[in-house]
């Protein structure tokens, strides 16, 4: 039983590791520009598509493939982004957040009609678990993990040592103030909008890699990215890792009690209760 | 003098216009409907199922058509979602007004679907599995020609016996036909002396199945038996190998695709075992297949498709109207009967207008049914995956 309960939280928190990245991007970007994005989805597949034709097609190494996500992410996303849902927004959040879904379809389309429906496979290997007693533990998935770790870190770095990092926070405090102090918010948008969908892209490779690459790679964990958001606070960085955190081990847990077919259900049903209890979500909604 | 257009008659004549300008003679054709996986779960098979239907109605419209009228073909995508299929059999049926609806694919959108057929009188005929569709309340209203799950489980349990399973664990997807087909598989299995030691039904729209692998393999079992579709049986061929387990694995021909076998390392995959009801090889009507497709080995939905447009073709001709009820009451009569063989539909329509009888044996094998329009048998491929191409043991 214990080893159970342990396997279960090993996992849980693996597949959260994963859940953060994208996660981070979402809330980078409500953040910043205060409307939920739901194009992320269609932008984390985007990610895994451009880390697939990197590494299996051009034969690059996995660090490098993961740097080619994110660009794609990133500047597929500010684009997008520009095009699309700009002039949604000051129609109010309500507007650009169906905007973005509607353009989270289009993308998914634009990646079917460019690389068709089969699933494909990048050129890595497929590893046997760590066993440490009854416990199973995947190399892969440590290094998703770990890997998710090291873009986290790095986004925290820049959001408190550079400028644009330090601009990024102002506007997302106090966007009215921050533009009285000579803050771009034009500069800023495109600036979040390059990192939190850029690493979309890096969360979008990771599922694949985890799952499998096919058109529908990011829309299968949208629902679960928003959870996170939201049971981490929407806005929060720091948040939406705790709230991935709380939605994979949540949903790995359940299964020791219910059926897994049941196991999004009682994720969900755990949301349920942090936010009976914390409104506006783990940590708040204030940005950093 | 004023003409008016309410706004019920002008939403109807928009929504009819793809058809219009699709069909070109849309006066006098028979409107005949496709709902087919185009993309979705099951996107490897919707394209191929959709040229294979166009082809034939082409082909029947080239030669006469049908009591001398064309057969207007409209092909709708369901994304293996009921909820689209749905959408698009009210499209087909209210405004289209088709006769019949072919090749819906998922059990999910066939069971979805198959109320507005009967209702509506309108003839469907389904490539999926799932013993439920049958006994739905449909009238006569459905036929399928892919064996139920029932035949199916029988034969894959058969199977097992032969290669010496033992303790078969179920992993299967939460779909109509997984409660069915893994009861009768343990049923076989108990008979010839094995165990269906456990069953877990899962989510397939997950991720991850980490936590069903754990609890499968902690039962022990020697062989899984994959009740999956695609994208999910990739996920579970990877997670089962991570997790270490090196016995047995079987699934369904139509989830071990070439593209899922491409996307894994070929120690992963590598002994996979999967069946299908395998097509009649030896049929005039699978070489016409083979040539609308320009591949050698087309997949068995592609051929049942064919067979359902031939057999609504055959069955308007031998009731000379077209509609729903026509072909209800005469499909039988042109398949099943005392009549002579025929495999290419085109012939049989000859045969018929000359006033003959005929028993047509198609594509997929000799489309034989049961009062609830079950196919009574069929055959099946048995393969076996090495270096990431599935290689065929035997075909009975």
Redesign the interface.
Known sequence: MIA?FL??VV?GAL?GSVLALPALGFNTVYAVLRFPNFAVAGLATIGAYAGWVANALWGWPAPAAILAAFVAGGAAGALCDAAALKPLRPLGALAAAIGSVALNIVLENAV?FAFG?????YDL?????W?FGAI?I?P?EVEDAAIALLAMAAVFLLLRTTRIGKAMRAVSDNATLAESKGIDPVRVAWAANILGLGLCGIGGML?AL???????TGF??LL?IFAAAVVGGLGSIPGAVAGAFVVGIGE?LS?LVV???Y??AMGFLAILIVLSFRPRGLLGERAY | MRVTVSRRSALAGSLALPFLARTGFAANAIPLGAINPL??AG??YGPSMAKVAEALVARINRTGGVLGRPIALDVEDDQTNPTVGVEAAHKLIDVGKVVAIVGTWASAVTTAVAPLCWQSRTMLFTVSGADSITRLPHHGYIIRTQPNTHLQSGRAAGFLLQHESKRVFGLSA?TPFAVDSWSRLKEVLAKGGATGIGD????P????????I??ALAAKPDTLFLNSY??DL??LL?ET????FNGKRFTFAYAA?D??L????A??TNGLWSFAPSPDVTSPAYKAVQAILGISDPDPYSCQIYDHVALVALAIAKAGVASGVAIHDNVRKISQGPGQKVSDPVAGLKLLAAGKEINYDGASGPCHFTPIGDILNCKFLFQVVENQHNKTLFIS
Do not use: C, H, M, W
């Open positions: 159970a396997q279960a996992n597949a079917r429906n089969n699933p494909r496979g290997p497929v590893f046997r678990d066993r199973g995947g892969q599922v985890d799952t499998s690459l096919d058109p529908l299968r964990v679960s790995e299964t059926a897994p077919t196991r999004t | 993309t979705g996107g490897a939460q877990i039904i899962y989510d729209k997950q991720t991850s199945f980490r936590s069903e754990d609890k695609a994208p990739e996920i990877r190998y991570q997790a270490g695709t593209a899922v491409k996307a894994l390392p120690g992963v």
